[in-house]
Protein backbone atom coordinates (compact mmCIF):
# COMPACT_ATOMS: atom_id res chain seq x y z
CA UNK A 1 0.00 0.00 0.00
CA UNK A 2 1.05 3.61 -0.68
CA UNK A 3 0.95 6.63 1.10
CA UNK A 4 -1.82 8.28 0.26
CA UNK A 5 -2.11 12.26 0.30
CA UNK A 6 -4.85 12.09 2.69
CA UNK A 7 -2.51 9.83 5.22
CA UNK A 8 -0.01 12.31 4.47
CA UNK A 9 -1.69 15.20 5.21
CA UNK A 10 -2.72 14.13 8.80
CA UNK A 11 1.16 15.01 9.48
CA UNK A 12 2.12 17.69 7.36
CA UNK A 13 0.89 20.98 6.97
CA UNK A 14 1.54 21.96 3.15
CA UNK A 15 -0.23 24.50 3.20
CA UNK A 16 1.73 26.70 6.20
CA UNK A 17 4.76 28.50 5.34
CA UNK A 18 7.59 27.06 5.91
CA UNK A 19 11.32 26.97 4.20
CA UNK A 20 13.16 24.06 3.12
CA UNK A 21 11.95 21.04 1.09
CA UNK A 22 9.35 18.72 2.42
CA UNK A 23 9.22 16.48 -0.12
CA UNK A 24 11.73 13.83 -1.83
CA UNK A 25 11.78 9.73 -3.12
CA UNK A 26 10.32 7.64 -0.07
CA UNK A 27 11.32 3.77 -0.67
CA UNK A 28 8.58 1.53 -1.11
CA UNK A 29 9.95 0.04 2.50
CA UNK A 30 9.70 3.12 4.14
CA UNK A 31 6.27 3.61 3.15
CA UNK A 32 5.34 0.32 5.16
CA UNK A 33 6.83 1.19 7.99
CA UNK A 34 5.56 5.00 8.23
CA UNK A 35 2.29 3.10 7.02
CA UNK A 36 2.30 1.42 10.24
CA UNK A 37 4.61 3.39 12.59
CA UNK A 38 2.50 6.91 12.42
CA UNK A 39 -0.64 5.59 13.20
CA UNK A 40 0.43 4.69 16.66
CA UNK A 41 3.58 6.72 17.20
CA UNK A 42 2.50 9.78 14.76
CA UNK A 43 1.54 13.34 15.85
CA UNK A 44 -1.48 14.45 13.49
CA UNK A 45 -2.08 17.88 13.35
CA UNK A 46 -5.33 17.96 15.16
CA UNK A 47 -4.37 16.54 18.17
CA UNK A 48 -1.56 17.65 20.89
CA UNK A 49 1.24 15.93 23.17
CA UNK A 50 -1.81 15.29 25.79
CA UNK A 51 -3.78 13.01 23.48
CA UNK A 52 -0.03 11.36 22.47
CA UNK A 53 -0.34 8.46 25.22
CA UNK A 54 2.92 9.53 27.08
CA UNK A 55 3.61 7.62 29.72
CA UNK A 56 2.96 9.80 33.12
CA UNK A 57 6.05 11.37 34.52
CA UNK A 58 7.94 10.41 31.69
CA UNK A 59 10.68 13.29 30.83
CA UNK A 60 9.38 14.59 26.98
CA UNK A 61 12.27 16.18 25.00
CA UNK A 62 11.68 17.34 21.64
CA UNK A 63 13.96 17.45 18.85
CA UNK A 64 13.62 19.96 16.17
CA UNK A 65 14.85 19.39 12.42
CA UNK A 66 16.15 15.82 13.25
CA UNK A 67 17.13 15.21 9.46
CA UNK A 68 17.85 11.45 9.19
CA UNK A 69 17.26 10.69 12.94
CA UNK A 70 21.34 10.09 13.89
CA UNK A 71 20.20 12.11 17.25
CA UNK A 72 17.23 11.12 17.91
CA UNK A 73 18.27 7.56 17.68
CA UNK A 74 21.46 7.95 19.60
CA UNK A 75 19.46 10.26 22.25
CA UNK A 76 16.73 7.23 22.68
CA UNK A 77 19.48 4.87 23.42
CA UNK A 78 21.24 7.11 26.27
CA UNK A 79 18.27 7.83 27.90
CA UNK A 80 15.81 4.56 28.19
CA UNK A 81 13.48 6.93 30.32
CA UNK A 82 13.22 9.57 27.78
CA UNK A 83 9.80 10.28 25.48
CA UNK A 84 11.30 11.99 22.28
CA UNK A 85 9.37 14.19 20.14
CA UNK A 86 11.22 15.06 16.79
CA UNK A 87 10.01 17.38 14.26
CA UNK A 88 11.09 17.51 10.62
CA UNK A 89 9.76 18.94 7.86
CA UNK A 90 11.60 16.79 5.00
CA UNK A 91 9.61 13.68 4.20
CA UNK A 92 12.39 11.38 3.35
CA UNK A 93 14.02 12.44 6.88
CA UNK A 94 11.16 11.08 8.50
CA UNK A 95 10.65 8.11 6.45
CA UNK A 96 14.73 7.37 7.26
CA UNK A 97 14.26 8.25 10.73
CA UNK A 98 11.66 5.89 11.19
CA UNK A 99 13.30 3.00 9.85
CA UNK A 100 16.05 3.47 12.16
CA UNK A 101 14.08 3.89 15.37
CA UNK A 102 12.38 0.59 14.70
CA UNK A 103 15.47 -0.87 14.15
CA UNK A 104 17.16 0.35 16.73
CA UNK A 105 14.31 -0.70 19.13
CA UNK A 106 12.96 2.10 19.97
CA UNK A 107 10.53 3.79 18.43
CA UNK A 108 7.44 3.38 20.42
CA UNK A 109 9.83 6.25 22.80
CA UNK A 110 9.09 8.63 20.11
CA UNK A 111 6.46 10.88 18.72
CA UNK A 112 7.06 12.02 15.50
CA UNK A 113 5.88 14.42 13.18
CA UNK A 114 6.16 16.20 9.86
CA UNK A 115 4.92 19.46 10.74
CA UNK A 116 6.47 22.54 10.96
CA UNK A 117 7.90 22.71 14.73
CA UNK A 118 6.67 26.25 15.04
CA UNK A 119 3.31 25.08 14.68
CA UNK A 120 4.40 22.38 17.14
CA UNK A 121 5.24 24.17 19.66
CA UNK A 122 2.42 26.46 19.80
CA UNK A 123 -0.20 24.59 19.19
CA UNK A 124 0.33 20.79 20.21
CA UNK A 125 2.69 21.33 23.50
CA UNK A 126 1.61 22.49 26.39
CA UNK A 127 3.15 25.37 28.68
CA UNK A 128 6.09 24.01 31.03
CA UNK A 129 5.72 20.26 29.81
CA UNK A 130 8.94 19.61 28.13
CA UNK A 131 12.24 18.93 29.72
CA UNK A 132 14.29 20.33 26.84
CA UNK A 133 14.76 20.82 23.17
CA UNK A 134 17.91 19.95 20.92
CA UNK A 135 18.29 21.87 17.75
CA UNK A 136 21.44 20.60 15.63
CA UNK A 137 22.77 22.35 13.23
CA UNK A 138 19.78 23.97 11.76
CA UNK A 139 19.25 25.95 7.86
CA UNK A 140 21.83 28.42 8.02
CA UNK A 141 19.73 30.91 5.64
CA UNK A 142 23.09 32.67 4.55
CA UNK A 143 21.95 35.71 2.57
CA UNK A 144 20.94 38.30 4.79
CA UNK A 145 17.59 38.91 3.15
CA UNK A 146 16.49 35.06 4.26
CA UNK A 147 17.67 35.80 7.87
CA UNK A 148 14.16 36.04 9.05
CA UNK A 149 14.20 32.23 7.93
CA UNK A 150 16.13 31.30 10.29
CA UNK A 151 14.21 29.02 13.09
CA UNK A 152 15.65 30.74 16.11
CA UNK A 153 13.75 34.23 15.89
CA UNK A 154 12.90 36.53 19.10
CA UNK A 155 9.45 35.49 19.43
CA UNK A 156 10.43 31.29 18.49
CA UNK A 157 12.97 31.84 21.63
CA UNK A 158 9.74 33.39 23.55
CA UNK A 159 7.73 30.62 22.56
CA UNK A 160 10.08 27.79 23.69
CA UNK A 161 10.85 29.38 26.89
CA UNK A 162 6.99 28.96 28.25
CA UNK A 163 6.37 25.64 26.83
CA UNK A 164 10.31 24.38 28.97
CA UNK A 165 9.49 23.21 32.53
CA UNK A 166 11.68 25.45 34.80
CA UNK A 167 15.39 24.32 34.86
CA UNK A 168 14.89 22.75 31.21
CA UNK A 169 17.49 23.07 28.58
CA UNK A 170 17.66 24.26 24.84
CA UNK A 171 20.89 22.90 23.19
CA UNK A 172 21.72 24.25 20.29
CA UNK A 173 24.50 22.91 17.49
CA UNK A 174 25.94 24.74 14.17
CA UNK A 175 28.31 24.53 12.15
CA UNK A 176 28.16 27.68 11.13
CA UNK A 177 29.55 30.16 12.44
CA UNK A 178 27.79 33.42 12.05
CA UNK A 179 24.25 31.30 12.80
CA UNK A 180 25.96 30.24 15.86
CA UNK A 181 26.80 33.78 16.46
CA UNK A 182 22.91 34.80 15.57
CA UNK A 183 21.52 32.14 17.98
CA UNK A 184 23.69 33.06 20.87
CA UNK A 185 22.82 36.57 20.31
CA UNK A 186 19.23 35.69 20.13
CA UNK A 187 19.38 33.98 23.21
CA UNK A 188 21.26 35.59 25.55
CA UNK A 189 18.39 37.99 25.80
CA UNK A 190 15.81 35.59 25.88
CA UNK A 191 14.25 36.79 29.15
CA UNK A 192 14.04 33.41 31.42
CA UNK A 193 16.96 31.85 30.04
CA UNK A 194 20.47 31.61 31.26
CA UNK A 195 23.15 30.80 28.98
CA UNK A 196 25.24 27.65 30.93
CA UNK A 197 28.52 28.97 29.24
CA UNK A 198 28.18 31.87 30.75
CA UNK A 199 30.23 34.64 29.28
CA UNK A 200 32.62 31.58 27.66
CA UNK A 201 29.71 32.07 24.93
CA UNK A 202 29.78 28.27 23.88
CA UNK A 203 29.62 24.75 25.45
CA UNK A 204 32.34 22.01 24.96
CA UNK A 205 31.46 19.34 22.29
CA UNK A 206 29.46 17.11 24.84
CA UNK A 207 32.44 13.90 24.47
CA UNK A 208 29.64 10.84 23.54
CA UNK A 209 28.00 13.34 20.92
CA UNK A 210 27.32 11.78 17.95
CA UNK A 211 28.05 13.46 14.88
CA UNK A 212 24.96 14.28 12.52
CA UNK A 213 25.06 13.90 9.24
CA UNK A 214 25.53 18.44 8.78
CA UNK A 215 28.24 18.18 11.51
CA UNK A 216 30.11 15.62 9.51
CA UNK A 217 29.55 17.92 6.16
CA UNK A 218 30.94 21.01 8.10
CA UNK A 219 33.97 19.11 9.41
CA UNK A 220 34.43 17.57 6.01
CA UNK A 221 34.74 21.36 4.52
CA UNK A 222 37.01 22.14 7.90
CA UNK A 223 34.46 23.96 9.52
CA UNK A 224 34.26 24.25 13.42
CA UNK A 225 30.90 23.51 15.30
CA UNK A 226 29.33 25.58 17.92
CA UNK A 227 27.46 24.21 20.74
CA UNK A 228 25.39 26.43 23.16
CA UNK A 229 23.30 25.30 26.39
CA UNK A 230 20.78 27.34 28.10
CA UNK A 231 18.54 26.43 31.05
CA UNK A 232 15.53 28.07 32.09
CA UNK A 233 15.46 29.64 35.54
CA UNK A 234 13.80 28.39 38.14
CA UNK A 235 11.83 31.50 40.07
CA UNK A 236 10.20 30.49 43.28
C1 LIG B 1 20.68 21.43 7.93
S1 LIG B 1 19.54 20.17 8.31
C2 LIG B 1 20.20 19.41 9.81
C3 LIG B 1 19.67 18.02 10.03
C4 LIG B 1 20.19 17.33 11.32
N1 LIG B 1 19.75 18.01 12.51
C5 LIG B 1 21.70 17.21 11.31
O1 LIG B 1 22.37 17.78 12.19
O2 LIG B 1 22.21 16.49 10.41
C6 LIG B 1 18.18 21.12 8.96
C7 LIG B 1 16.90 20.31 9.06
O3 LIG B 1 15.86 21.09 9.62
C8 LIG B 1 14.65 20.79 8.94
N2 LIG B 1 13.74 21.91 9.13
C9 LIG B 1 13.81 23.13 8.55
N3 LIG B 1 12.83 23.93 8.98
C10 LIG B 1 12.10 23.19 9.87
C11 LIG B 1 10.95 23.46 10.66
N4 LIG B 1 10.35 24.63 10.60
N5 LIG B 1 10.48 22.47 11.47
C12 LIG B 1 11.10 21.27 11.51
N6 LIG B 1 12.19 20.96 10.79
C13 LIG B 1 12.69 21.90 9.98
C14 LIG B 1 15.09 20.58 7.51
O4 LIG B 1 14.17 19.86 6.75
C15 LIG B 1 16.41 19.84 7.70
O5 LIG B 1 16.25 18.45 7.73
Do not use: C
Request: net charge neutral; aromatic share 8%; hydrophobic share 40%.
Amino acid sequence: MRLTKEFRQQYSQQEMRTHGRKNGFVTTGQEARLLHWLPLIGLPKEKTLRDANIPEGSPVVMEIGFGNGDFLVQQAQLHPDWILVGAEIYLPGVAKAVARLEDAGVVERTRITQLPAQFVMEHQVSAESLDGIFINHPDPWPKKKHHKRRIIQKDFAALMVTRLKPGGFIKLASDIEDLAEWMREILDQTPGLQNMAGDAGYIQRDADRVTTKFEERGNHAGRQSHFLHYQKIVTN
